[in-house]
């Protein structure tokens, strides 16, 4: 088998594993439905009349796209926590003793917890119908918009597979991981409009990737309004662009390195 | 070296050895550090191919580490380990198809049922979908599993996953085994079918090693044994090596008045090999002998009827805590919880 074809296979199988987790713990699937539907009511009723809209938009509409930013950004953090559960189990002492790819371990977690978010992610935009969002634009744009938040949870997820492994810890991962997430989608355009924020915050906020993210969904799904212009920052100007260098960089630096924590990874 | 399923034994698998090589494990001279902490100060040791080797030692001597690096888990700071003839570090994927590896805790996926764990493994050994399939079922019925093979493994009891986890190292029937510490915290009953199970494998001309703390474990399973103490080889042979180097069997009498001891010990002289033990406080007269059980029955001859006092009388073989405490000045268990660095074992260096 050339290594390639190798990978895959080694690949698939380590998938499967991860999802037969989900069938036989319904919890897993339960919360991860229940939250983003606990996000989209709790944000669109209680703090929806609080927030000052851009002029021309539904508070539905432009919340929606910042939803499921967060949510999927916070799902793939679960990729760090499985992966030191699995360290802590022995389960990554077993695998590093057989002759499979160094890399599938890796691959065959964040591509089932890319699967998660996708379920997470139609759930949420299910109950955003329901709640007054709406798609105004074109099948492929819209198709386009989730394919850029699934992409950028997916580079999250590499990252966050090398904190799981270098922490050894699920319940410190998830606290470690929470520190860091929270203030990059809360100090972004996710869930307020940039004109609310100081100025320092504002341009950490337009350059934070998770801005250009919601934006690129925004955009894509037809959300905005010709009353609330853009910001002028290039990132927000080109976000899909500016998420799609995020996503390279992202996976350019922690594919190696969470590949290389994966080979020196100590079980306990 | 080969045996047939049928005799219960798994196949060696590699085929005829290479180049007349005969030890499957050649260690020498291997150093690892964990910071200021010297876990293995130069450890050489082979196991011949298809033997058993009980690598013996207290908590913390070295032994996970060892394992850990000879299946590839980690690497060495200095020192050469070959394994079926391949360098662990340069050849780490060859050796990785080649080998088992049990480790202390046991790692089986808690969410797959037993035969989905064991298929899995299958697959990433690169067995076909069918035989991986095969050997699952297989392995199963011989570990007893076959009633449990669609449950989640977490509904197993320690014994259980512990011989899921033996059964997932031998799927592609592996020419060399590690097994560490297989029966700690195993109830008596799960570990004597354990032994079972480790017996049988050997017979089927697997090379085993095997690291214990139990020093009956080793007994029973292992051909040849290394004993190791912080890191250090101090001793290593042959059960029956290792024994003599503390003595051999002694009879023992435990009596209720210790006014008959001195008859006694005019009547079995002539039994003894060395001069006779008298412990009037515990009322016991120790009788170094050869010879077995017959000497038993001799001396019981010997006394002719003058018995009446006699408590309790044994054939005693030293065991292998004799041997640890004769090598160490110290009590295997003793040793675990001891941190005192200026008690020097009373014997270094070990080979005989
Ligand atoms: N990953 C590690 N980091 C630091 N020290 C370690 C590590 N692994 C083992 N040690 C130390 O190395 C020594 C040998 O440990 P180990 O091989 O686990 O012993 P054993 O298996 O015989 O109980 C101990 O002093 C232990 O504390
Ligand atoms: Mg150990």
């Not at chain 1, 509409?61 to 499985?82: N, R």
């Not at chain 1, 934006?215 to 853009?230: I, K």
Request: aromatic share 6%; glycine share 10%.
């Amino acid at each position: 088998m050339s290594s390639m074809a190798a990978t895959l296979s080694d690949s698939v199988v380590i998938t499967k594993r991860n999802l037969i987790k989900v069938k036989r713990v319904p919890d897993l699937i339960v919360f991860a439905t229940l939250s983003p539907i606990m996000f989209v009511l709790l944000f669109r009723y209680v703090f929806g009349g609080a927030i000052q809209l851009p002029p021309g938009t539904s508070y539905g509409e432009f919340l929606l796209p910042g939803i499921f930013a967060q949510t999927i950004v916070l799902g793939s953090t679960t990729t760090g926590a499985s992966l030191a559960e699995d360290l802590q189990k022995g389960l990554i002492d077993r695998f590093r003793s057989l002759p499979m790819s160094r890399s599938a371990v890796l691959i065959g977690r964040t591509v089932a917890d890319a699967g998660l978010n996708i379920i997470s992610i139609t759930v949420m935009a299910l109950t955003g119908l329901v709640v007054g969002w709406r798609i105004n634009s074109s099948v492929g744009e819209a198709v386009l918009g989730f394919v850029v938040l699934l992409l950028f949870a997916y580079a999250i997820s590499w990252l966050m597979a090398m904190v799981g492994l270098l922490v050894r810890t699920p319940e410190v991962v998830n606290n470690a991981s929470f520190i860091v997430i929270f203030p990059l989608t809360f100090v972004a355009n996710t869930f307020v409009p940039l004109e609310t924020f100081p100025s320092v915050l504002r341009t950490f906020a337009e350059w934070n990737p998770v801005s250009a993210v919601v934006q690129s969904a925004r955009n894509l799904f037809g959300n905005t309004s010709p009353l609330a212009p853009t910001p002028d920052a290039w990132s927000l100007q080109n976000p899909v662009l500016y998420t799609l260098i995020w996503v390279v960089l992202i996976l350019a630096v922690f594919v190696p390195l969470s590949v290389r924590a994966y080979r020196r990874a100590a079980g306990r | 070296m080969y045996a047939t399923e049928k005799s219960g034994g798994e196949l060696s698998g590699g085929g005829p050895s290479v180049g007349g090589m005969t030890d499957a494990i050649v260690v020498e001279g291997l150093v690892k550090r964990f910071g200021a902490t010297t876990a293995l100060d130069g450890v050489d040791l082979t196991v011949a191919e298809g033997s058993v080797l009980g690598l013996l030692g207290p908590n913390g001597a070295g032994k996970t580490t060892v394992v850990r690096i000879l299946t590839t888990l980690l690497e060495a700071d200095a020192g050469r380990v070959e394994v079926v003839g391949l360098d662990v570090s340069r050849e780490a994927d060859r050796v990785r198809a080649a080998i088992g590896l049990t480790g202390q805790y046991a790692a089986v996926d808690e969410y797959l049922t037993g035969f989905e764990n064991l298929e899995m493994v299958g697959r990433l050994y690169r067995l076909g979908r069918a035989e991986a399939r095969r050997r699952a079922g297989e392995l199963l019925e011989r570990f007893d599993l076959s009633g449990a093979a669609d449950r989640p493994a977490k509904t197993y009891s320690g014994g259980m996953r512990r011989r899921l986890d033996i059964a997932a190292s031998l799927i592609a029937r592996p020419r060399v085994l590690f097994l560490d510490e297989p029966t700690t915290g195993l109830d008596p009953r799960s570990r004597l079918s354990m032994w079972e199970f480790i017996a049988d494998l050997a017979d089927g001309g697997t090379t085993i090693l095997l690291t214990t703390q139990y020093l009956e474990e080793a007994d029973r399973l292992a051909d040849r044994m290394v004993v190791i103490d912080r890191g250090r080889v101090i001793a290593r042979g042959t059960a029956d090596e290792l024994k003599a180097q503390v003595g051999g069997q002694r009879l023992e009498f435990t009596v209720t008045d210790a006014a008959v001891l001195p008859g006694m010990v005019e009547r079995l002289r002539p039994l003894a090999v060395e001069d006779p033990v008298v412990d009037v406080q515990a009322r016991r007269l120790s009788l170094p002998v050869s010879g077995g059980a017959e000497v038993l029955a001799e001396a019981l001859r010997r006394l002719d009827g003058a018995t009446a006092e006699i408590f309790d009388v044994g054939l005693r073989r030293p065991d292998l805590d004799d041997v640890f405490l004769a090598l160490t000045g110290r009590v295997a268990e003793e040793v675990a919880t001891e941190d005192d660095p200026t008690a020097e074992p009373a014997i270094t260096g070990g080979a005989r």
